[in-house]
């Protein structure tokens, strides 16, 4: 019997894969798309149950899991080769890119113009700056070495894109707005302004991506219990200044209760 047609690929061989992990066997035709086909017809009702669930959320991490655990290579079908901006694009949406564009571009200017230089423009307001409204948040977009701008950016694509896919551009934004400006905050009480790094804001999204996913898993975003552990770990290599690093303290701690408070708040309506 004829299940259903895909345009693409992956999402027909994850769900085949996720099949076999059910005791249900599909196979996949190429025509001008990927058909799916069952031989036994007796699994019909499961299969049409199975596939509206996955049609309502592809990227599941239930349906990743599966690929590696019945996926094979023997498929016959070769898979297109795909840029590494495409599989970036992929999971971020628009804001998520910009925000990771702008930090970019501010490091490539301190790399050229020297970190004291931005940082006149761009710190944390010091007396009398209170008014330039955008130094409250633009703290969050400098970074100081090659390891802190890879070490954010890639949390903040791989958390922040899962956010804005699922939940949208204007969740993210709130997020990242609330989170800058109150790490920021306190961090200044504790350091001075003298900071930058978008860690606080990175710590907001764990928090918020982990307790979300624990409160509500139908949601689709989550934060693995290992991760999360790796995040609060980090959080005492801070504390302790272990391995002679510099680190925000007060932002991350600060970015962490501000994630689970709100992921706290948005899912405070959901039955136990």
Same mark, same amino acid.
């Given at each position: 019997?004829? /299940? &259903? +047609?895909?345009?693409?690929?992956?999402? %027909?061989?994850? !769900?085949?894969?996720?099949?076999?992990?059910?005791?249900?066997?599909?196979?996949?035709?190429?025509?001008?798309?990927? &058909?799916?086909?069952?031989?036994?017809?007796?699994?019909?009702?499961?299969?049409?149950?199975?596939?509206?669930?996955?049609?309502?959320?592809?990227?599941?991490?239930?349906?990743?899991?599966?690929?590696?655990?019945?996926?094979? &290579?023997?498929?016959?079908?070769?898979?297109? +080769? &795909?840029?590494?901006?495409?599989?970036?694009?992929?999971?971020?949406?628009?804001?998520?890119?910009? /925000?990771?564009?702008?930090?970019?571009?501010? !490091? /490539?200017?301190?790399?050229?113009?020297?970190?004291? %230089?931005?940082?006149?423009?761009?710190?944390?307001?010091?007396?009398?700056?209170?008014?330039?409204?955008?130094?409250?948040?633009? +703290?969050?977009?400098?970074? !100081?070495?090659?390891?802190?701008?890879?070490?954010?950016?890639?949390?903040?694509?791989?958390?922040?894109?899962?956010?804005?896919?699922?939940?949208?551009?204007?969740?993210?934004?709130?997020?990242?707005?609330?989170?800058?400006?109150?790490?920021?905050?306190?961090?200044?009480? !504790?350091?001075?302004?003298?900071?930058?790094?978008?860690?606080?804001?990175?710590?907001?999204?764990?928090?918020?991506?982990?307790?979300?996913?624990?409160?509500?898993?139908?949601?689709? /975003?989550?934060?693995?219990?290992?991760?999360? %552990?790796? %995040?609060?770990?980090?959080?005492?290599?801070?504390?302790?200044?272990?391995?002679?690093?510099?680190?925000?303290?007060?932002?991350?701690?600060?970015?962490?209760?501000?994630?689970?408070?709100?992921?706290?708040?948005?899912?405070?309506?959901?039955?136990?």
């Amino acid at each position: 019997m004829r /299940i &259903t +047609h895909f345009t693409h690929l992956r999402p %027909a061989q994850a !769900f085949v894969d996720y099949m076999t992990t059910r005791g249900v066997t599909l196979r996949i035709e190429h025509d001008s798309g990927y &058909t799916l086909w069952l031989d036994d017809e007796s699994q019909l009702n499961v299969v049409e149950n199975e596939l509206n669930l996955f049609i309502r959320d592809p990227n599941h991490v239930r349906y990743q899991a599966a690929s590696w655990q019945s996926g094979t &290579t023997d498929s016959g079908i070769q898979y297109q +080769h &795909t840029s590494i901006m495409a599989n970036v694009r992929e999971r971020a949406g628009p804001l998520t890119l910009l /925000i990771m564009a702008t930090c970019i571009l501010v !490091f /490539i200017l301190m790399q050229v113009f020297g970190d004291k %230089a931005v940082m006149r423009v761009l710190s944390w307001p010091d007396v009398n700056q209170h008014l330039e409204l955008w130094r409250w948040f633009s +703290h969050a977009m400098l970074h !100081f070495s090659m390891l802190h701008i890879l070490f954010n950016l890639m949390w903040f694509w791989y958390l922040g894109g899962a956010v804005e896919k699922r939940l949208g551009s204007s969740k993210l934004l709130v997020t990242a707005l609330i989170s800058a400006l109150l790490s920021g905050w306190m961090q200044a009480k !504790f350091s001075g302004v003298l900071f930058g790094g978008l860690s606080g804001v990175v710590y907001a999204l764990m928090g918020y991506s982990w307790l979300r996913g624990e409160r509500d898993p139908e949601s689709g /975003i989550e934060l693995q219990r290992g991760l999360m %552990a790796f %995040a609060a770990l980090w959080l005492l290599v801070g504390y302790f200044g272990w391995f002679g690093l510099s680190i925000a303290n007060a932002a991350h701690v600060t970015g962490l209760l501000v994630g689970l408070a709100m992921a706290f708040v948005d899912t405070r309506q959901l039955k136990k």
